[in-house]
């Protein structure tokens, strides 16, 4: 990820999720983030414009996942501030 310049930013991110306790027994979580990465999908709905059901499909640590989008975002946020809380940051 260094080599992509993308290093600090992907460890930033893990950390902001909880994530890096839970990868730091492995000596290196590059793989784990371009399994995640690579497997991430955003499904556009393009049928229904006045309430769009768009979809986030990814695999994570061997299970495949799929949800709509808002409830992705919503997830990825309540990580962070449930990260940041134990961190003792206000976001």
Same mark, same amino acid.
């Not at 000596?27 to 371009?34: Q, S, V």
């Not at 414009?49 to 709509?68: A, C, G, K, Q, T």
């Given at each position: 990820? #260094?080599?992509?310049?993308?290093?600090? !930013? =992907?460890?930033?991110?893990?950390? !902001?999720?909880?994530?890096?306790?839970?990868?730091? @027994?492995?000596? &290196?979580?590059? #793989? /784990?983030?371009?399994? /995640?990465?690579?497997?991430?999908? /955003?499904?556009? $709905? &393009?049928?229904? /414009? $006045? !309430? @769009?059901?768009?979809?986030?499909?990814?695999?994570?640590? !061997?299970? $495949?996942? *799929?949800?709509?989008? *808002? #409830?992705?975002?919503?997830?990825? =946020?309540?990580?962070?501030?449930?990260?940041?809380?134990?961190?003792?940051?206000?976001?």
């Amino acid at each position: 990820m #260094n080599k992509l310049g993308i290093g600090d !930013n =992907a460890y930033r991110l893990l950390s !902001n999720l909880g994530w890096v306790e839970v990868l730091r @027994p492995m000596k &290196r979580f590059e #793989n /784990f983030t371009y399994k /995640f990465l690579r497997s991430i999908v /955003f499904k556009k $709905d &393009r049928l229904n /414009f $006045d !309430n @769009p059901d768009h979809r986030v499909s990814f695999r994570l640590l !061997n299970i $495949d996942y *799929e949800m709509s989008l *808002e #409830n992705f975002c919503l997830e990825m =946020a309540s990580q962070m501030r449930d990260s940041s809380m134990t961190l003792g940051i206000i976001i």
